[in-house]
């Protein structure tokens, strides 16, 4: 079946414009995740959701990042007046998460940001 | 705060050689364990999940093992192969606040025809 998908594959973006990411889930998981990874470091959370509500916002790296998710599906990244040291790949991953926390991560191929 | 460290970051083996990948963590207090790879450009394939009451996955020529009492985990590549040449990340999921992972920076093989 269709696994984790992102959009746009590629973003390259002006220092202090908006930018949106997408991420479709793989059908019926019901945990979303967003994480970063930068040149040279490790993958690092963003946020998770569960349904449409966001219990962890702690990754998120200032208040100009937020997320949402609708319909318990389709979730955006959004980062206002982006700065270079936003430039990463970001990569969203969706699980068929219960209460207990073990579930595998499915993650999809990411989208490079490029802040110039 | 769960941190996740690889070792070594690099690695270079001849076709054919066993390995080992090394991964510890300093919280017990895990879910699971999950072994990843990474192609270059591409997002994560995940290979094993161990949950914290198992001792061991196998699927093919990979073996992952748990103690996470020494917060220590392992993974064993049989018979290497040149399309086994990527980076490979572990991830613990902890058992309190979010259910996100925490990864470490992750081993980079490259398997030497």
């Known amino acids: 079946g269709a696994g984790v998908s992102q959009s746009p594959s590629n973003k390259v973006t002006e220092k202090g414009k908006d930018v949106e990411l997408r991420c479709d889930p793989i059908?019926?998981?019901?945990?979303l995740y967003w994480y970063r990874q930068s040149l040279g470091q490790g993958l690092e959370f963003l946020i998770y959701?569960?349904?449409?509500?966001?219990?962890?916002k702690s990754g998120l790296p200032s208040d100009r990042f937020s997320a949402e998710r609708t319909g318990g599906s389709v979730s955006t990244l959004t980062i206002q007046r982006t700065q270079q040291e936003d430039s990463a790949v970001y990569l969203c991953?969706?699980?068929?998460?219960?209460?207990?926390?073990?579930?595998?991560?499915?993650f999809g191929p990411g989208t490079r940001l490029t802040v110039l | 705060k769960q941190e996740v460290t690889q070792i070594p970051a690099a690695l270079s083996v001849p076709e054919g050689e066993n390995l080992v990948l090394n991964c510890s963590f300093t919280d017990s207090a895990i879910y699971n364990l999950q072994w990843f790879r990474q192609d270059p450009g591409k997002g994560l394939t995940s290979l094993l999940l161990i949950q914290s009451s198992q001792r061991e996955q196998t699927s093919g020529r990979l073996n992952a093992s748990l103690d996470k009492s020494s917060g220590r985990s392992t993974l064993y590549i049989a018979a290497s192969q040149p399309g086994d040449s990527a980076t490979y990340l572990c991830?613990?999921?902890?058992?309190?606040?979010?259910?996100?992972?925490?990864f470490g920076t992750g081993t980079r093989l490259t398997v030497i025809p």
């Open positions: 059908s019926g998981h019901t945990a």
């Open positions: 991830a613990v999921r902890v058992q309190t606040g979010a259910n996100n992972l925490f």
């Open positions: 991953a969706s699980s068929l998460e219960g209460t207990s926390g073990g579930a595998t991560q499915y």
């Open positions: 959701f569960q349904g449409n509500s966001a219990p962890d």
